[in-house]
């Protein structure tokens, strides 16, 4: 079992930066690839970055590339999406997931979720 809590979530103006956290509870977070996904009123869930099990790889949405950065520190169980040169389209909740074993692009692959934290970019 994880337990994924998110943080860093608020208000900034177009051209700022956030830094969200995906802190997790239980023993296997190291065993488990981490991805940030995010959802605009109306619209689907979709993936913003993955990073694999020991953080040697990425995955980065076509959209955020060149802007966020995923990263994640196994010693504190905690994973990051950094945010630079946020737009209004970023605008969205945002939800870590972690799943066991390879990276995966899509919401029907994982197995935990956290509760979400509302990103919103104003122009």
């Known amino acids: 079992q994880v337990q994924l809590v998110e943080s860093g979530g608020g208000v900034v103006q177009a051209g700022g930066s956030l830094r969200l956290s995906c802190a997790a509870a239980?023993?296997?977070?190291?065993?488990?690839?981490i991805s940030w996904f995010r959802q605009a009123p109306g619209k689907e869930r979709e993936f913003v970055a993955a990073?694999?099990?020991?953080?040697?790889?990425?995955n980065l949405a076509n959209s955020v590339k060149g802007r966020f950065t995923i990263s994640r520190d196994n010693a504190v169980n905690t994973a990051y999406l950094q945010m630079n040169t946020l737009t209004p389209d970023d605008t969205a909740v945002y939800y870590c997931a972690a799943r066991s074993g390879a990276m995966q692009t899509t919401t029907n692959y994982y197995d935990y979720w956290g509760q979400g934290t509302q990103v919103t970019v104003s122009s």
């Open positions: 239980g023993r296997i977070f190291s065993s488990c690839a």
């Open positions: 990073i694999s099990r020991g953080g040697a790889f990425t």
